[in-house]
């Protein structure tokens, strides 16, 4: 692969060890994908932050990153932690496990990274522009900058993150060349989407269906970032797809030829998806968030709580600049009253329910409702608010 000189220096350990380091790990990814360069990138995000994903091997490799003095070069995110790193008591976190997230908040603060855990940095003012290069790890954040800004990203890994935040740098391959964003499936949809949950549905659906091809979607009419945000968070749980285009949605979706193929999608498709996900009827947790609310959402729940008080504990998941505009309205404190705790930094996924005795949990996100099943070993409800609270 070419490198310039500063890069080459950066290799020769000129700038020290935890820059070499990185160096070498993108070098390394370059060689595999075949990269012929380098490019500069403008931002980072950093997934594989919870104690819960990584455990202590991942905390001290983040620690040795952070003691040889490395800083990241380019402004540089992290993605939800395992716990809100103010309110973890009030979640129930165990304190062994507080102590552990908080040496990889430190040791990623250390390195110049903002310590904004959340994974819709595009939500709260890290929003890169249309055909800007970036090197992003959260796969949700990924659909969505690629997709819905026209930025351009590969699904980075948390290392391969790092390092592309240390170096400023990340190989040219992938979704950073024009013509490897091309769609090569069509879904036609019939069907009437309402709401956050059908956009998830669809990409889940999607998903499954799509052979981690590229797809181009029509038959939508129109869509909120927020149900962008969700389809593309469905697409990539259940199939690692890292963008999409939306026919008269997404900026890209009259760059490149409508693929042949088209794959009919009605209700029917959605809701078989809801069907099968679904394991529980009963919830200790009603857990809403997946990707991280906004504040208009917040507000829709705020509104919609204060009439229809749940029977069942609620989490409200987001980002800390959201909780704190909250905070400040008086609204979180109002919420905790009806059983309703806003948790920052964090969500139902990268937290350690199942330490915290949680057996079965309610979901209106099937990116939430992937992992809960397989990761945290969860039963499940998928569905709208009304139907799991
Ligand atoms: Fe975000 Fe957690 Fe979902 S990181 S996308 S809320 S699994």
Not at 189 to 208: A, C, E, K, Q
Not at 356 to 364: E, Q, R, V, Y
């Amino acid at each position: 692969m070419y490198l310039t000189k500063e890069e080459e220096r950066m290799l020769n350990g000129e700038y020290g060890k935890g820059v070499e380091k990185a160096m070498r790990i993108l070098v390394t990814l370059g060689d595999i994908y075949n990269a012929e360069k380098m490019i500069p990138i403008s931002s980072a995000q950093i997934s594989g932050i919870s104690y819960k994903s990584i455990g202590d091997a991942g905390t001290e490799f983040l620690e040795d990153f952070a003691n040889s003095g490395v800083k990241v070069r380019v402004t540089a995110t992290m993605n939800p932690a395992g716990m809100d790193l103010e309110d973890w008591k009030k979640m129930g976190i165990p304190e062994d496990f507080a102590k552990n997230q908080l040496r990889i908040i430190n040791a990623l603060t250390k390195m110049g990274v903002i310590p904004i855990p959340s994974c819709t940095p595009y939500f709260h003012g890290f929003y890169p522009r249309f055909n800007e290069h970036v090197a992003w790890a959260e796969s949700s954040a990924v659909a969505f900058v690629n997709s819905v800004i026209g930025a351009r990203t590969n699904r980075e890994g948390g290392p391969s993150a790092l390092a592309a935040a240390i170096t400023g740098r990340t190989p040219y391959y992938g979704l950073h060349i024009k013509e490897n964003r091309a769609p090569k499936v069509a879904f036609k949809v019939n069907t009437n989407l309402v709401g956050i949950l059908d956009f998830s549905l669809l990409g889940y659906f999607i998903g499954l269906t799509a052979k981690k091809e590229i797809p181009f979607i029509y038959g939508v009419k129109e869509a909120s970032a927020e149900e962008l945000r969700s389809l593309g968070a469905g697409m990539a749980s259940s199939g690692g797809i890292p963008m999409f285009h939306m026919d008269n949605i997404t900026p890209e979706s009259k760059d490149f030829e409508v693929p042949g193929e088209v794959i009919e999608v009605e209700s029917k498709e959605l809701e078989d998806v809801r069907e099968k996900i679904t394991t529980s009827e009963d919830v200790d947790l009603v857990a809403l968030g997946c990707p991280h609310l906004t504040i208009k959402e917040i507000m829709n729940y705020y509104n919609f709580f204060k009439n229809h008080p749940p029977k069942h504990k609620v989490w409200l998941c987001t980002s800390r600049p959201v909780k704190e505009f909250f905070k400040n309205q008086g609204i979180v404190i109002e919420l905790e009253k009806l059983n309703v705790l806003v948790v920052a930094d964090t969500c139902m996924v990268v937290a350690p329910l199942e330490e915290m005795g949680i057996k079965s949990i309610g979901l209106d996100s099937t990116k939430a409702a992937h992992y809960s099943r397989n990761l945290s070993k969860l039963k499940v409800k998928l569905g709208k608010l009304e139907e799991i609270i």
